[in-house]
C-alpha cells in the first residue's frame, strides 16, 4: 500500500506537469498552422507564419513597444529597488517599518487596483496616456518585487568582507564597488530578469494606462474579439523558447554545480 | 529566475542576525531610499488617494460623458454596491475555488519536488522549469488556447459527445466552471513555489522520527509536514487569491467567460474604459482593495505566522 502510494504521487506529478503543458503546445502548435484568416481550426502545418512574422499588422509594432517598455522599466526598478534593498539591510533607519509596509502593499494590491488608481490621477493631472506612463506604471509594481529579490541576495553577504575592506584603507565608494556591488550582481540579474518577465506579460495595470499605445499583450486582447493572427503565437513560441533556454541553462547549469559540490 | 520573488515572504523574515549586527545610522541610507520611496508614494500612494476622490465625484450638471467634478457623493457607494454585488460575490467565490483547487493540485508537486526528488538535482531543476514554464508564455494565449481547446465545435467537445459522454448540446466556456478553471489554471505556479521553497527546507529527520514513534504517515504528513510547510501554503494562498480576486482576463467574454460570469474586474474595467464612469470605476476598486486587506488581515492572524512581512 505504501509503495502504491509513492507510485500515485508521481503519476499524480506527471499528469499535472502534462497539464500544465497543454496550452504551451497548443499555442507553440498552432503558430505552424497553416490558418489563413482565423487560427482556430487546424488546416495543415507550415512555416509561413515564421518567416512573414512582421506581416500581420501591428504586431511587430506592438513588440517593439513592449521590449522597450521593459527594457526602460527594468532599468529604473532595478535600479530604485536596489538602492532601497541596501539601505533596509545595512542601515537603520526611523520609519523602517513604514517603507516596509508601503513596498509590501503594492505586491497585496490587486492590478486593476492599481492600474485603475494610476489612470485617475493620470487622468486628474491631465497627462496624456502612452508608452510613457505605461513606463512609469511598470516601474511602480516592479520596485517591490526587486526588493524583495536583492535584498534575500544581500542579507547573505558576509560583512566581514566589507570590514575587511574597510580594514585595508579602502574608501566606502571603493568598499562598495570592489566589494559590495560584485557579490550583488547574481542578485541584481535576478531581480532585473523578473522585472522584465512581469513588465514583458502585463495586461491589466498597462491596458488602464496605455492609451492608444500598443504592447503585445494588448494586442492579443484586442485581437481576441476578432481571431488572433498565426504570428502572434510565433512571436509568443519564440519568446517562449528564448526564456525556456535561459532558465534552463541557469538552473541545470546551477544544479550540476551543486552535485559537483556534494562530490567532492 | 520568476521565484525569487516568491519565496520572500518566508525568507526576509527571518533575516541573518549577522546582518543587523552591522546596521549603523548613516546619511547615505536615506540618499538610497529617497528616490524609490518617492516614486512608490508618488505613483502608488497618491494614486490610492485619487481613487479615492474620484470616488466621491459627481457629474459636471449639463456636462459631457466623462466629466466629473469634485464633491462628497458617498451614494457612489451604495449605487455600485447595489448595481454591482452579483459582481463582487461572484470574484470572491471563484477566487476562493481557484485557491482551493490549486493548493490541492499544487501541494503534491510541490512535496515531489522539494522532498521526493530532493536527491536528484537535475531532476528537481527540470521539475521546477516545468512549473514556471506558464510564465514564458503569454497569460492571453494560453487562456485563449484553453478557449479554443473547449470550444463547442472542438475536438474535445465534439469526442466527448461522440463518446455520448456529455449531451449534444453540452458547452464548457462561458460558463463560471470554465472560468474557475482558468484562474486554477493560471495561478498555479504562484500556488506551487512558495510551497515548495517551504518544503525544500523541512528537514526529513523530523518525518523520520515520527515515523519512528510509529505515527502512521498520514498523521506524519498532518502533524509535522503540513504544519512546517504554512509559511508556504499562507503566500500561495495570498498569491493566488489576491490576483484571481481581481482578475478579468479569465471572465472576459472573449476568453472563457460570458456575460454572465463577470467579475469585479470586468466592470471595473468597462466603468473606467469604456463607460466613462470614472467614480463607479473607482469606488468598486477601493471597495475590492478593502475587502482585500479585511480578508487577508483576518487570515493571517488566523493561520498564526507574521512571517508575511
Given at each position: 500500500m ?6 500515485a ?31 482556430i481550426?487546424w ?5 509561413e ?11 511587430c ?8 517598455v521593459a ?8 535600479t ?11 542601515y ?12 509590501f ?13 494610476l ?5 486628474t ?10 513606463i512609469?506604471a ?8 526587486v526588493?524583495?529579490t ?16 574597510r580594514d ?5 565608494a ?6 559590495t ?14 522585472s ?9 495595470i498597462?491596458?488602464?494606462?496605455a492609451?492608444?499605445?500598443m504592447?503585445?499583450?494588448?494586442y ?36 550540476l ?8 | ?5 516568491f519565496q520572500s ?15 549603523r ?6 540618499l ?19 481613487l479615492?476622490?474620484t470616488?466621491?465625484?459627481?457629474p459636471v ?21 447595489e448595481?454591482y ?24 508537486i510541490a512535496?515531489?519536488i ?17 512549473v514556471?514554464?506558464?510564465?514564458f508564455i503569454?497569460?492571453?494565449l494560453?487562456t ?6 473547449f ?11 461522440g463518446?455520448q459522454v456529455?449531451?449534444?448540446?453540452a458547452?464548457f466556456?462561458?460558463?463560471p ?14 500556488m ?8 525544500e ?13 510509529y ?21 500561495g494562498?495570498?498569491l ?38 470614472f467614480?463607479a470605476?473607482?469606488?468598486l ?10 480578508l487577508?488581515?483576518a ?11
Amino acid at each position: 500500500m505504501r509503495g502504491f502510494g509513492k507510485y500515485a504521487l508521481y503519476v499524480y506529478a506527471v499528469i499535472t506537469f502534462s497539464f500544465l503543458l497543454i496550452p504551451i503546445a497548443y499555442t507553440v502548435g498552432f503558430s505552424f498552422n497553416d490558418a489563413r484568416r482565423t487560427n482556430i481550426i487546424w488546416r495543415g502545418f507550415t512555416f509561413e507564419n515564421w518567416v512573414t512574422v512582421c506581416d500581420a499588422p501591428n504586431v511587430c509594432e506592438a513588440l517593439g513597444n513592449s521590449i522597450l517598455v521593459a527594457v526602460v522599466a527594468t532599468a529604473l526598478a532595478t535600479t530604485l529597488g536596489t538602492m532601497i534593498a541596501i539601505a533596509l539591510v545595512r542601515y537603520r533607519f526611523r520609519f523602517r517599518s513604514a517603507t516596509t509596509l508601503l513596498l509590501f502593499l503594492p505586491m497585496a494590491t490587486p492590478e486593476v487596483v492599481l492600474g485603475a488608481g494610476l489612470a485617475a490621477q493620470f487622468l486628474t493631472a491631465g497627462v496624456e496616456k502612452g508608452l510613457v506612463t505605461v513606463i512609469l506604471a511598470h516601474t511602480m509594481f516592479c520596485v517591490s518585487f526587486v526588493v524583495v529579490t536583492v535584498r534575500a541576495r544581500v542579507a547573505t553577504l558576509d560583512p566581514a568582507l566589507e570590514e575587511a575592506g574597510r580594514d585595508l584603507y579602502a574608501s566606502p565608494a571603493q568598499v562598495f564597488w570592489r566589494i559590495t556591488f560584485p557579490l550583488l550582481i547574481p542578485g541584481i540579474v535576478a531581480a532585473a530578469l523578473l522585472s522584465f518577465a512581469l513588465s514583458f506579460d502585463d495586461f491589466i495595470i498597462t491596458n488602464f494606462n496605455a492609451g492608444a499605445a500598443m504592447t503585445f499583450p494588448r494586442y492579443i486582447y484586442t485581437a481576441a474579439a476578432r481571431g488572433i493572427p498565426a504570428q502572434a503565437n510565433v512571436i509568443a513560441s519564440a519568446v517562449f523558447f528564448f526564456a525556456i533556454a535561459l532558465v534552463l541553462m541557469s538552473q541545470v547549469g546551477g544544479a550540476l554545480r551543486r552535485r559537483k559540490l556534494a562530490r567532492t | 529566475m520568476a521565484f525569487g520573488a516568491f519565496q520572500s515572504n518566508a525568507s526576509t523574515a527571518a533575516q541573518p542576525s549577522g546582518a543587523l549586527v552591522t546596521q549603523r545610522k548613516s546619511p547615505i541610507a536615506l540618499l538610497l531610499l529617497l528616490p524609490g520611496v518617492l516614486y512608490l508614494i508618488l505613483f502608488f500612494l497618491t494614486p490610492l488617494l485619487s481613487l479615492v476622490l474620484t470616488s466621491f465625484q459627481a457629474p459636471v450638471p449639463g456636462g459631457f460623458a466623462g466629466d466629473y467634478e469634485t464633491a462628497f457623493q458617498w451614494q457612489n457607494y451604495t449605487v455600485v454596491l447595489e448595481t454591482y454585488w452579483p459582481h463582487i460575490s461572484r470574484s470572491f467565490v471563484y477566487a476562493l475555488l481557484a485557491t482551493v483547487f490549486a493548493l490541492m493540485i499544487g501541494y503534491p508537486i510541490a512535496y515531489v519536488i522539494g522532498v521526493k526528488l530532493r536527491e536528484y538535482p537535475l531532476w528537481q531543476a527540470l521539475a521546477l522549469v516545468l512549473v514556471i514554464a506558464p510564465f514564458f508564455i503569454s497569460f492571453l494565449l494560453r487562456t485563449i488556447a484553453w478557449k479554443q481547446i473547449f470550444a463547442d465545435e472542438g475536438i474535445l467537445m465534439s469526442a466527448l459527445k461522440g463518446l455520448q459522454v456529455i449531451p449534444p448540446d453540452a458547452y464548457f466556456t462561458g460558463t463560471p466552471a470554465a472560468v474557475i478553471f482558468g484562474l486554477t489554471y493560471n495561478f498555479i505556479p504562484f500556488m506551487t513555489l512558495p510551497i515548495y521553497t517551504s518544503l525544500e527546507k523541512l528537514d526529513l529527520r523530523y518525518l523520520e522520527a515520527g515515523g519512528d514513534l510509529y505515527a502512521h504517515p498520514a498523521t506524519v504528513f498532518w502533524k509535522i509536514t503540513i504544519p512546517l510547510s504554512l509559511p508556504g501554503i499562507l503566500s500561495g494562498t495570498l498569491l493566488t487569491f489576491i490576483p484571481a480576486a481581481g482578475d478579468y482576463i479569465n471572465a472576459s467574454r472573449d476568453f472563457l467567460g460570458s456575460t454572465d460570469t463577470q467579475m469585479i474586474g470586468n466592470v471595473i474595467e468597462a466603468n473606467f474604459l469604456i463607460l466613462q464612469n470614472f467614480p463607479a470605476a473607482a469606488a468598486l476598486s477601493l471597495l475590492l482593495m478593502a475587502a482585500i486587506l479585511v480578508l487577508v488581515t483576518a487570515y493571517v492572524k488566523r493561520s498564526g505566522t507574521d512571517e508575511l512581512l
